[in-house]
């Protein structure tokens, strides 16, 4: 049985924590298209959100939830461990079309100009129409695809494109409207996260323990940069600085300008799979130790950390001067970016791997029990 349990804080620590949220590449309340929010990955929802929230809805799969869900036009994209793509109104969490791959789909949707692309364990990148689910194309990498696509214009700013890292050791560019090859790029091993982009490159990391930097235009390598171990998560690209987390139980920023460390935040032998969430002067992400971590952008120092009853593979948002993330421990929590104050938590019970998804004053987050949530503030 679900429980419950809410625990305020004081006003003047959220009143505090609003302005460090502020961002200038926050999305509009309403929007949350992609994993992570926008194509830098930087983990910033636009909008208001409730110190407190309710749950408003829950829809079952058949699966576990590891994907992360988009929000755009008032409808929620996500995949499931039992194969299927599911379209569900914001509002009521009703099915308005579910779309079946091969495999289980841990890949997070993207969704752009009418059109739902995303990865499946079935080795497949499937774009689909975002109204009816209708299959529009399709296109065969050489492993499964666990990581959320990513987009970007072509060279010459007319089409866009849309890029998969797969299993077989490659990023793919392909063209959105018809899933033809622009190029692809291979690295020296598997590709688990999500590409960001930024300023004309697009940036990840992978099994070859290498943080690569690839010409969007062409596929070319603009940079190789050791990681110092593999990363499992996704970078965030802000001000021409890659933030990052690995295997070996440290946390980066990169200059990719210069290829060098800026620093390197490292406490406890504990790896770091949760991707970051970065604000103006913060960096907070999530840590197998079971902590949240919110240390300083410019140099690494810790200003506080949150603990939890297990694993923080989830890759919290921040919106509103407020922190969202899940954990294995089964919660979803709700802090202050201020001073990392628990303000709300909701117990689910079963692992939280997901990363939350926050619009238009909710959040959407999956299950490992397959279910998929609907937080926000029940109307009076």
Not at 111 to 131: E, N, P, Q, T
Not at 199 to 223: E, P, Y
Not at 347 to 360: R, Y
Request: net charge neutral.
């Amino acid at each position: 049985m679900m429980r419950r349990s809410f625990i305020t804080s004081l006003a003047a620590a959220v009143a505090g924590g609003l302005l460090l949220g502020l961002s200038s590449l926050s999305l509009p309340a309403a929007d949350w298209p992609m994993f992570r929010g926008a194509q830098n990955l930087q983990g910033i929802a636009g909008g208001r959100l409730p110190a407190r929230l309710d749950l408003l809805w829950s829809f079952k799969t058949g699966g576990a939830v590891k994907s992360s869900a988009a929000i755009v036009g008032g409808s929620v994209f996500i995949g499931s461990e039992d194969g299927l793509v599911y379209s569900l109104a914001l509002a009521t969490g009703r099915t308005n079309w579910t779309f079946k791959t091969g495999a289980a789909i841990e890949s997070s949707p993207l969704v752009l100009d009418g059109r739902v692309f995303i990865g499946s364990g079935d080795a497949f990148a499937y774009a689909l129409d975002a109204k009816t689910g209708k299959r529009l194309w399709k296109y065969e990498t050489g492993d499964k695809i666990l990581g959320a696509p990513n987009w970007t214009k072509s060279a010459d700013g007319k089409s866009n494109w849309v890029l998969f890292g797969s299993y077989d050791f490659k990023l793919h560019c392909l063209d959105a409207a018809t899933g033809k090859s622009n190029w692809v790029y291979e690295t020296g091993n598997y590709i688990n996260g999500a590409p960001a982009v930024d300023r004309g490159v697009t940036v990840f990391g992978g099994c070859d323990a290498m943080l690569h930097v690839i010409s969007v235009k062409d596929g070319t390598q603009v940079k190789e940069i050791e990681a110092g171990a593999y990363v499992a998560g996704s970078a965030a690209l802000v001000d021409g600085r890659a933030y990052f987390g690995h295997y070996e139980n440290a946390y980066q920023c990169i200059d990719l300008a210069k290829g060098t460390n800026i620093w390197t935040y490292k406490e406890r032998a504990f790896p770091y799979f949760s991707s970051p969430a970065v604000t103006p002067d913060r960096v907070v992400f999530g840590g197998r130790d079971k902590r949240l971590h919110c240390v300083r952008r410019d140099n690494g120092d810790v200003l506080w950390t949150f603990g939890t009853r297990g694993k923080v593979d989830s890759s919290p948002v921040v919106c509103d001067g407020k922190v969202i993330v899940g954990s294995e421990d089964g919660r979803l929590y709700l802090m202050s970016l201020a001073d990392g104050k628990e303000l709300w938590n909701y117990e689910i019970g079963q692992g939280l791997t997901a990363s939350p998804a926050v619009a238009d004053g909710r959040v959407i987050i999956g299950s490992e029990d397959g279910s998929v949530y609907c937080f926000g503030v029940k109307a009076k």
